[in-house]
């Protein structure tokens, strides 16, 4: 067994897995708060991913926010031996993740910092990206050479350059000595309207065109995030940059159209008081209502700052292999649970918020229905706070 960094991650092999925290147990001032994390299951979407490109196309794997929820530093060593390329960030931190882990491949960082950071930015020594002339002149007066990834904007109105900017933007660049160009990239929106989509592409090509006119000839040229590749394997171009694909987080219309599986195999908790709710007590809660002093409700030691969604009210979690239905909206730290039909619950019990315990199980795709967000915000939300125990059979 290896205890990660800063005392938040747990490496296990199949052998000893067994989805209690018993198996692995936490650091002893830990709350009782874990995720499992399936690098196995990393590795199969990276190879499934890598499959439907060419040998020569380059794959950024995204490990935007701490490789959703996932730890960066512990899921880039595993995309990077299954046939990443190379990495793509939002958020430096998560860059000096991967390198902490002895990472070298090439990092892109995103969009993320203002012209007054392009001195530090260009000291991490990452692929920088310049989406608009103040910062592009701030990466020309640094006095170091610096690869940079180009972004324009081809109708997502957020981070670019729009298209009357591309030829001056293409020609400072082609003038600033110091900067390297290695590609050029853009977001899509509306993936899910082909014609949305076909007039940003369109658009796309007409910003490789002119980068090609200004003496860029032999650069990545990337537009095909996780539900372009799915839906417009033609816009794969020569590199692609997937997120919430690698860690199986893809939900309709689009799930199905690869061999995915979840990363985040499962999210526990545990019970930390069992009560009986005295008569005299005005709860809001119909067996309550029915039946004063009936009631048993658990505490579990999981709450919104765990991630889990203050509303709605409803949802269930695992005890003893049985559903208990949540009660009310959850607190910061608890949430409290209706148990009178599981009598013997127990303080010390393990609960589970995402994932199967006995013959039950609460999927990701009912999370994302019960708590109405989508599922790359949800379940990263509900493992960034809690201890990783990651589950690989290199362990």
């Given at each position: 067994?290896?205890t ?18 018993t ?41 935007k ?46 969009a ?46 957020r ?29 899509l ?9 076909g ?84 709860f809001d ?68 918020i ?42």
């Amino acid at each position: 067994m290896h205890t990660g960094v800063a005392r938040r991650c747990i490496l296990v092999a199949p052998a000893s897995f067994r989805h209690a925290v018993t198996d692995f147990p936490l650091p002893a001032t830990a709350r009782p708060a874990w995720s499992v994390i399936d690098l196995d299951a990393l590795a199969h979407n990276v190879r499934t991913i890598r499959s439907m490109l060419r040998p020569t196309d380059r794959l950024y794997a995204v490990c935007k926010n701490n490789a959703y929820g996932c730890g960066a530093r512990e899921s880039a060593t595993t995309m990077l031996a299954a046939g990443a390329d190379a990495f793509a960030v939002s958020d430096p931190e998560d860059a000096e993740r991967i390198r902490s882990a002895g990472v070298t491949a090439p990092i892109l960082l995103y969009a993320s910092t203002g012209p007054d950071a392009a001195e530090a930015v260009a000291e991490l020594g990452l692929i920088a990206t310049v989406h608009d002339l103040d910062g592009l002149e701030a990466f020309a007066r640094v006095k170091r050479a610096v690869d940079v990834h180009v972004e324009v904007d081809c109708g997502y109105g957020r981070l670019g350059f729009t298209p009357g900017e591309w030829q001056e933007a293409f020609a400072r660049l082609s003038r600033a000595r110091n900067l390297n160009v290695i590609g050029l990239y853009t977001h899509l929106t509306s993936v899910e309207d082909a014609a949305a989509v076909g007039k940003q592409a369109g658009l796309f090509r007409e910003a490789a065109q002119s980068a090609h006119a200004a003496g860029f000839r032999d650069i990545e040229r990337m537009a095909a995030s996780s539900r372009v590749m799915l839906g417009y394997p033609e816009l794969n171009l020569n590199a692609v940059n997937p997120g919430r694909m690698l860690y199986g987080m893809i939900e309709d219309p689009w799930q199905g159209k690869a061999d995915l599986v979840p990363v985040i195999r499962s999210i526990h908790s545990r019970v930390l008081q069992v009560k009986t709710i005295p008569a005299s007590f005005d709860f809001d809660w119909p067996r309550h209502r029915e039946a004063p002093g009936a009631l048993r409700t658990a505490i579990i030691a999981f709450g919104f700052k765990d991630g889990l969604p203050r509303q709605p009210a409803g949802g269930t979690v695992l005890i003893r292999g049985k559903r208990a239905r949540i009660i009310g909206m959850r607190a910061t730290e608890h949430t409290v649970v209706d148990v009178t039909d599981i009598p013997d619950a127990a303080a010390g019990d393990e609960v589970t918020i995402v994932g199967t315990q006995g013959h039950e199980m609460i999927s990701g795709h009912e999370a994302v229905a019960t708590y109405q967000m989508p599922m790359i915000e949800l379940l990263p939300r509900m493992t960034l706070n809690t201890v990783r125990v990651y589950r690989s059979s290199a362990a």
